[in-house]
T-cell receptor, first 110, second 112 residues
């Protein structure tokens, strides 16, 4: 069964304290892995798509990487405005739907 | 600006009542989706539609119904058969899955 597990469930960081969020996945064949950011009471906002092991993408303080079994979202020198829930999702080959993890709730304190 | 509009933002349903959640997009996207989000759980797919007048059940379609009469619109009806409808409902669309989904701002449905 296709599955996505995110860890940790919650993460508290001091402003400027870099860290990483993990997304482990099991899928019959990976078509794509997606990262989203979700603010409270709002819909998720698309961040990145990764397709193959070794691929990396960056956006401001965020960098996403992909291996054959997991993806990491690295946050460098985070700011309070980076506080949000970060969602990971995978799409298997031959399907149209995304399978989401439960997310990591990130809080960055000044 | 292009985007997805969900309405209402908050909705209250009485026991035994059917309610309809609206989802409209002006992005010219072919595919549209409905997800349900509960605390501590990942988003779960209810229904999706790749083209007008066609839609498929997702993982948790029981107690829900949809229609896709226009490209821009994909309303979701929560019927009285849905036993636990209290949740945050998200509508999304995509033109190319590699670009990810564009989500609406959600409707929070509460049973009273």
């Amino acid at each position: 069964e296709d599955q996505v597990t995110q860890s940790p469930e919650a993460l508290r960081l001091q402003e400027g304290e870099s860290s990483s969020l993990n997304c482990s996945y099991t899928v019959s064949g990976l078509r794509g892995l997606f990262w989203y950011r979700q603010d409270p009471g709002k819909g998720p906002e698309f961040l990145f798509t990764l397709y193959s092991a070794g691929e990396e993408k960056e956006k401001e303080r965020l960098k996403a990487t992909l291996t054959k079994k997991e993806s990491f979202l690295h946050i460098t020198a985070p700011k309070p405005e980076d506080s949000a829930t970060y969602l990971c999702a995978v799409q298997a080959l031959g399907t149209d739907k995304l399978i989401f993890g439960t997310g990591t709730r990130l809080q960055v304190f000044p | 600006d292009g985007g997805i509009t969900q309405s209402p933002k908050y909705l209250f349903r009485k026991e035994g009542q059917n309610v309809t959640l609206s989802c409209e997009q002006n992005l010219n996207h072919d595919a549209m989706y409905w997800y349900r989000q509960d605390p501590g759980q990942g988003l779960r797919l209810i229904y999706y539609s790749q083209i007008v007048n066609d839609f498929q059940k997702g993982d948790i379609a029981e107690g829900y119904s949809v229609s896709r009469e226009k490209k821009e619109s994909f309303p979701l009806t929560v019927t009285s058969a849905q036993k636990n409808p209290t949740a945050f409902y998200l509508c999304a669309s995509s033109i190319d899955r590699s670009l990810g989904y564009t989500f609406g701002s959600g409707t929070r449905l509460t049973v009273v």
